[in-house]
């Protein structure tokens, strides 16, 4: 009966350490991977929108570029034909009254009369 009646022994050198159980880990875990993948998501999400956004703004740009180009060379064309119209007083031109085409199956290129 002895036996039984053992008293516990404890060392007086033995210090108490925090031993988390399993729970525990997968909670803590849980609570510090969560954020950061929902953080990355996120970081992730908006540099998609921006080079979405960057993007529609190239586009919109190249389609700018191509339009100035087209109004350029309509301003040349319109600017050149103002020009001579302008001019014609200037170097004495006259309006024709009667063309008279070469004809090709000739062998004369030019008839002096």
Do not use: H, W
């Amino acid at each position: 009966m002895r036996d039984r009646k053992k008293k516990k022994v404890f060392n007086k050198r033995y210090k108490k350490q925090f031993r988390p159980g399993k729970m525990a880990i997968v909670l803590t875990a849980v609570f510090i991977i969560l954020p950061i993948c929902i953080f990355l998501l996120s970081q992730k999400n908006q540099m998609t929108m921006k080079g979405d956004d960057i993007a529609k703004l190239k586009k919109k740009k190249q389609e700018l570029v191509d339009e100035q180009q087209q109004l350029q060379l309509e301003a040349a064309r319109l600017q050149s034909i103002q020009a001579i119209q302008q001019d014609v007083p200037k170097t004495n031109m006259v309006q024709t009254r009667q063309v008279d085409y070469v004809n090709a199956q000739t062998n004369v290129a030019f008839d002096s009369k």
